[in-house]
């Protein structure tokens, strides 16, 4: 059945009809438990959907509508390794990752969380010998510096991470950094290898495919800089200084990968779900296995609160759902997320992947086009930088969008005293987090002032938000929140009806730059193209000449 032929949808869009009249501001006018019932927590992190334009009605009726589209039964195929990448046919398995060791799950009769914990304590070793300096170069020399190199799903996660939990010491003493570089065209790498030290450089080349040209193109580079810098033969160079993570062991194998330093994950893990597998190694060698362990402890947390929770109560599927009824119901198509804290600054575009890969689709599972609104545009900035830009709009422009403010509680408590400047810097970003949620929930009806305000000056407000608190940010916590944003992720997909898995859409963009590479390089015997491309080929051709 269609999703809008429903029962449950019908309703949703009457209710919708009445509760596009309220305004936040009389929401909370009429009852002071708002914010208790409509808050939830678990574990290290509480969540509050007060400031969504929502009442307890709402929810029963988008719960309704998920029972309806048999969410539960779908959540099982998922965790059971049913085929849900259904035009893949394939199971999206990445919860598997974080599974107790001794959990069990098998696939085809391969016990997949013996295969995991085996990878986990392979990836333990590599980073252990990088730790105690034993990893050493073709020269000798210790490796100071890893530069990983990926994209997309292989470069995202590892590199939010990183930056989220930059507060925590190396488990080591010996001097090790970690660099990441995803660009095309060169230009990270370019600049980076000008600072680096070939014979204490190690290069971990991730790539579920080991095909893709950006990650090819500077894995290439970083060779032939290792050549030059370091004079050997290609054995010894891949044997000193490159690791390989994939799912494709033969293509690593190509490439040259000694097979000792391969590090693998598989089929079923989608590349935007892929930051728990191997391809995590950058994290574990900037945090070191015991705090990657509780960045998995975390999102298992996550896993369970999901797979067991009532949906009334369950965190995911309720951020899920509020989505939907801001996208389908009430007309909203932008979503920003607004980080209160300068180490989740690649948040925004780690979930513009994560939300807009898997859920920006136009066909249903049964290959129908959608006759509704899918992922909405997902964007976002650290808050107190964006309120210097684009805030303005979300105040007083003229499109509805739907915020997630998310900040830690406590920050800085551990610091030595000397700190307090710091402290007081986190509480001033607490409290324009909390401003800004107010504002844009209450417009100028919080203002004292009894005065007439001009047009220019007023704020109508009722844009709605999601605030997420963590307790504090550290592995734990950052594994719930990204757990939390996948589960979210799923459930909308199965309300639209859609496959979150594949990623269909970036294929022909990859054919037609293949083809157009062939007509910037080749002068005859080449693809035409489209008037407007050959007119700018044309241009680019006689600028390269001059
Ligand atoms: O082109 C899109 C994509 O396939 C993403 O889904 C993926 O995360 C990224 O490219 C990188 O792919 P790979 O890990 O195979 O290099």
Same mark, same amino acid.
């Given at each position: 059945m269609l999703q809008t032929e429903r029962e449950e949808w019908h309703l949703l869009q009457a209710h919708a009809k009445s509760m596009s009249r309220e305004h936040l501001f009389d929401l909370f006018n009429q009852s002071n438990k708002r914010s208790e019932a409509l808050s939830f927590r678990n574990n290290d992190l509480f969540i509050d959907f007060s400031k969504q334009r929502i009442s307890e009605e709402t929810l029963q009726l988008l719960v309704d509508l998920a029972n309806a589209s048999q969410l539960q039964q779908k959540i099982e195929a998922l965790f059971q390794g049913e085929s849900v990448n259904r035009f893949e046919q394939r199971p999206a398995l990445h919860m598997a990752l974080r599974s107790p060791e001794e959990a069990r799950l098998e696939l085809n009769g391969i016990d997949i969380i013996g295969q995991i914990h085996e990878q986990l304590s392979r990836m333990d070793k590599l980073v252990s010998q990088l730790h105690s300096a034993q990893w050493r170069g073709h020269t000798g020399r210790p490796i100071r510096n890893l530069v990983h190199i990926g994209v997309g799903g292989s470069d995202l996660g590892p590199l939010m991470t990183n930056r989220a939990l930059c507060d925590l010491k190396p488990p080591t003493e010996h001097d090790l950094s970690v660099h990441f570089v995803s660009s095309m065209d060169g230009s990270q790498l370019s600049l980076l290898l000008k600072e680096l030290e070939p014979s204490e450089t190690l290069f971990v080349i991730a790539s579920k495919s080991f095909s893709t040209i950006d990650t090819m193109a500077n894995a290439d580079t970083a060779l032939h800089w290792l050549r030059n810098g370091l004079g050997a033969e290609d054995r010894k160079i891949l044997q000193h200084h490159f690791i390989g993570i994939s799912a494709n062991p033969e293509k690593m194998t190509q490439f040259g990968i000694a097979a000792d330093n391969q590090l693998m994950f598989w089929e079923w893990v989608g590349g935007r779900y892929s930051l728990w597998s191997c391809i995590g190694f950058p994290i574990a060698a900037r945090i070191g296995m015991d705090? /990657? !362990?509780?960045?998995?402890?975390?999102?298992?947390?996550?896993?369970?609160? /999901? !797979? %067991? %929770?009532?949906f009334l109560e369950n965190i995911p599927v309720l951020l899920a759902l509020i989505g939907i009824w801001n996208v389908n119901f009430l007309d909203i198509h932008a979503h920003a997320i607004l980080p209160y804290d300068g180490r989740l600054a690649s948040l925004p575009a780690y979930l513009e992947q994560l939300e807009m890969e898997s859920n920006g689709k136009h066909t249903t599972i049964e290959e129908h086009e959608v006759s509704y609104s899918t992922c909405p545009i997902i964007w976002g900035d650290i808050g107190p930088n964006a309120q210097h830009a684009f805030y303005q709009l979300l105040h007083q422009g003229t499109e509805r969008v739907m915020c997630d403010f998310i900040a830690p509680a406590r920050r800085y408590h551990c610091e030595q005293s000397g700190n307090d400047e710091l402290k007081v810097q986190h509480t001033l970003a607490l409290s324009n987090c909390l401003a800004q949620s107010r504002v844009l929930a209450f417009g100028d009806n919080i203002l004292k002032t009894e005065n007439q305000v001009p047009a220019y000056k007023r704020y109508h407000g009722n844009q709605p938000s999601t605030t997420i608190l963590l307790d504090e940010l550290c592995p734990f916590s950052l594994g719930q929140l990204i757990a939390l944003y996948e589960h979210k992720v799923f459930v909308q997909s199965v309300i639209w009806n859609i496959n979150p898995f594949d990623q269909w859409g970036v294929e022909l963009g990859?054919?037609?730059?293949?083809? %157009?590479?062939?007509?910037?390089?080749?002068? %005859?015997? !080449?693809?035409?193209?489209?008037?407007s491309t050959e007119a700018i080929l044309r241009e680019i051709q006689a600028l390269q000449e001059s």
């Amino acid at each position: 059945m269609l999703q809008t032929e429903r029962e449950e949808w019908h309703l949703l869009q009457a209710h919708a009809k009445s509760m596009s009249r309220e305004h936040l501001f009389d929401l909370f006018n009429q009852s002071n438990k708002r914010s208790e019932a409509l808050s939830f927590r678990n574990n290290d992190l509480f969540i509050d959907f007060s400031k969504q334009r929502i009442s307890e009605e709402t929810l029963q009726l988008l719960v309704d509508l998920a029972n309806a589209s048999q969410l539960q039964q779908k959540i099982e195929a998922l965790f059971q390794g049913e085929s849900v990448n259904r035009f893949e046919q394939r199971p999206a398995l990445h919860m598997a990752l974080r599974s107790p060791e001794e959990a069990r799950l098998e696939l085809n009769g391969i016990d997949i969380i013996g295969q995991i914990h085996e990878q986990l304590s392979r990836m333990d070793k590599l980073v252990s010998q990088l730790h105690s300096a034993q990893w050493r170069g073709h020269t000798g020399r210790p490796i100071r510096n890893l530069v990983h190199i990926g994209v997309g799903g292989s470069d995202l996660g590892p590199l939010m991470t990183n930056r989220a939990l930059c507060d925590l010491k190396p488990p080591t003493e010996h001097d090790l950094s970690v660099h990441f570089v995803s660009s095309m065209d060169g230009s990270q790498l370019s600049l980076l290898l000008k600072e680096l030290e070939p014979s204490e450089t190690l290069f971990v080349i991730a790539s579920k495919s080991f095909s893709t040209i950006d990650t090819m193109a500077n894995a290439d580079t970083a060779l032939h800089w290792l050549r030059n810098g370091l004079g050997a033969e290609d054995r010894k160079i891949l044997q000193h200084h490159f690791i390989g993570i994939s799912a494709n062991p033969e293509k690593m194998t190509q490439f040259g990968i000694a097979a000792d330093n391969q590090l693998m994950f598989w089929e079923w893990v989608g590349g935007r779900y892929s930051l728990w597998s191997c391809i995590g190694f950058p994290i574990a060698a900037r945090i070191g296995m015991d705090n /990657f !362990r509780q960045l998995l402890a975390g999102a298992h947390c996550m896993d369970e609160h /999901f !797979r %067991t %929770t009532p949906f009334l109560e369950n965190i995911p599927v309720l951020l899920a759902l509020i989505g939907i009824w801001n996208v389908n119901f009430l007309d909203i198509h932008a979503h920003a997320i607004l980080p209160y804290d300068g180490r989740l600054a690649s948040l925004p575009a780690y979930l513009e992947q994560l939300e807009m890969e898997s859920n920006g689709k136009h066909t249903t599972i049964e290959e129908h086009e959608v006759s509704y609104s899918t992922c909405p545009i997902i964007w976002g900035d650290i808050g107190p930088n964006a309120q210097h830009a684009f805030y303005q709009l979300l105040h007083q422009g003229t499109e509805r969008v739907m915020c997630d403010f998310i900040a830690p509680a406590r920050r800085y408590h551990c610091e030595q005293s000397g700190n307090d400047e710091l402290k007081v810097q986190h509480t001033l970003a607490l409290s324009n987090c909390l401003a800004q949620s107010r504002v844009l929930a209450f417009g100028d009806n919080i203002l004292k002032t009894e005065n007439q305000v001009p047009a220019y000056k007023r704020y109508h407000g009722n844009q709605p938000s999601t605030t997420i608190l963590l307790d504090e940010l550290c592995p734990f916590s950052l594994g719930q929140l990204i757990a939390l944003y996948e589960h979210k992720v799923f459930v909308q997909s199965v309300i639209w009806n859609i496959n979150p898995f594949d990623q269909w859409g970036v294929e022909l963009g990859k054919v037609m730059a293949n083809e %157009t590479y062939q007509a910037l390089t080749q002068s %005859t015997d !080449r693809p035409m193209m489209d008037q407007s491309t050959e007119a700018i080929l044309r241009e680019i051709q006689a600028l390269q000449e001059s």
